[in-house]
């Protein structure tokens, strides 16, 4: 794992989206697993502005996101779907077709979450997927005791979960209860990830699933196993790690090894 440790949000959101644009300037047709909630926001602004100004080109750009609730249909205003439209989506140039958020009113929902598995695989699965953290260290909806082998489902949000995400409902009562959410298996398959967080509330969330034991009650913990991620974080969010200072000599050193190597 690659642990960054930036100054603040806004220096989170610029390093991530370096990755991001590089991944796609690297491989046009990247297929991108997005995360909603306040922390990709940043990232997405950052993006819509390497869209406009420096024409980042999204066009061949095909994603898949994380999750959404239960019960609420697309142009609900605290849908995934319209989050995403209204933050990121309508603001580049990705066509429709090839965007790809779970709906949270399907009828056969069984059926549906099969099919958003074989859609991933089929388009050649995730070459880059951005999460974000709860404060119970779910990744995506995948809340503590999830299988850290399943698939896309339906999971019952925490009490926590409901508690923290009502900020964006008139009453927690409005909050749904269930949401469909790759698994940890599907997000595991990404070929690259990269976590996102922020703030002093996810410091014990970060360090429980970097420094911590890989377990189903911290699902984020499961990144430890994935071959190619990068964790990036702001300096309130990074202060329960124990090893920060050997995680900054790292990337201190990041550019001097390549030199070294290649020239
Ligand atoms: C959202 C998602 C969630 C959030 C997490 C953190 O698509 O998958 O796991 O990333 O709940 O949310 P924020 O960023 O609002 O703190």
Same mark, same amino acid.
């Given at each position: 794992?690659? !642990?960054? #440790?930036? *100054?603040?949000? &806004?220096?989170?959101?610029? @390093?991530?989206?370096?990755?991001?644009?590089?991944? /796609? =300037?690297?491989?046009?047709?990247?297929?991108?697993?997005?995360?909603?909630?306040?922390?990709?926001?940043?990232?997405?602004?950052?993006?819509?502005?390497?869209?406009?100004?420096?024409?980042?080109?999204?066009?061949?750009?095909?994603?898949?996101?994380?999750?959404?609730?239960?019960?609420?249909?697309?142009?609900?205003?605290?849908?995934?779907?319209?989050?995403?439209?209204?933050?990121?989506?309508?603001?580049?140039?990705?066509?429709?077709?090839? !965007?790809? #958020?779970? *709906?949270?009113? &399907?009828?056969?929902?069984? @059926?549906?979450?099969?099919?958003?598995?074989?859609? /991933? =695989?089929?388009?050649?699965?995730?070459?880059?997927?951005?999460?974000?953290?709860?404060?119970?260290?779910?990744?995506?909806?995948?809340?503590?005791?999830?299988?850290?082998?399943?698939?896309?489902?339906?999971?019952?949000?925490?009490?926590?979960?409901?508690?923290?995400?009502?900020?964006?409902?008139?009453?927690?009562?409005?909050?749904?209860?269930?949401?469909?959410?790759?698994?940890?298996?599907?997000?595991?398959?990404?070929?690259?990830?990269?976590?996102?967080?922020?703030?002093?509330?996810?410091?014990?969330?970060?360090?429980?699933?970097?420094?911590?034991?890989?377990?189903?009650?911290?699902?984020?913990?499961?990144?430890?196993?994935?071959?190619?991620?990068?964790?990036?974080?702001?300096?309130?969010?990074?202060?329960?790690?124990?090893?920060?200072?050997?995680?900054?000599?790292?990337?201190?050193?990041?550019?001097?090894?390549?030199?070294?190597?290649?020239?």
């Amino acid at each position: 794992m690659e !642990i960054i #440790i930036k *100054n603040n949000y &806004s220096e989170i959101s610029i @390093e991530a989206s370096g990755i991001v644009a590089n991944q /796609i =300037k690297s491989k046009p047709n990247t297929v991108l697993g997005l995360a909603t909630g306040s922390t990709p926001l940043g990232l997405y602004k950052e993006l819509i502005r390497l869209h406009i100004n420096e024409g980042l080109d999204f066009s061949k750009v095909i994603s898949f996101n994380l999750d959404e609730y239960i019960g609420l249909s697309k142009d609900h205003p605290q849908s995934y779907n319209y989050f995403m439209y209204h933050n990121f989506f309508k603001k580049v140039n990705i066509p429709a077709n090839n !965007i790809h #958020i779970p *709906n949270g009113i &399907s009828v056969k929902q069984l @059926e549906y979450c099969e099919q958003y598995e074989s859609l /991933i =695989k089929n388009s050649g699965g995730i070459d880059l997927q951005i999460l974000g953290i709860g404060r119970d260290g779910h990744i995506a909806f995948n809340e503590p005791s999830s299988s850290l082998s399943s698939r896309t489902r339906i999971k019952t949000l925490t009490q926590k979960t409901i508690k923290d995400n009502s900020r964006f409902f008139k009453n927690i009562s409005d909050v749904p209860r269930f949401a469909i959410t790759m698994g940890v298996g599907t997000i595991m398959e990404a070929k690259k990830i990269i976590l996102l967080a922020s703030g002093s509330s996810k410091a014990e969330p970060i360090a429980q699933s970097v420094e911590g034991p890989i377990t189903s009650m911290h699902s984020a913990s499961a990144i430890q196993l994935h071959p190619n991620t990068t964790i990036v974080v702001d300096r309130q969010a990074s202060k329960e790690l124990k090893e920060k200072k050997y995680y900054n000599w790292v990337y201190k050193n990041k550019n001097v090894i390549y030199n070294q190597s290649y020239n």
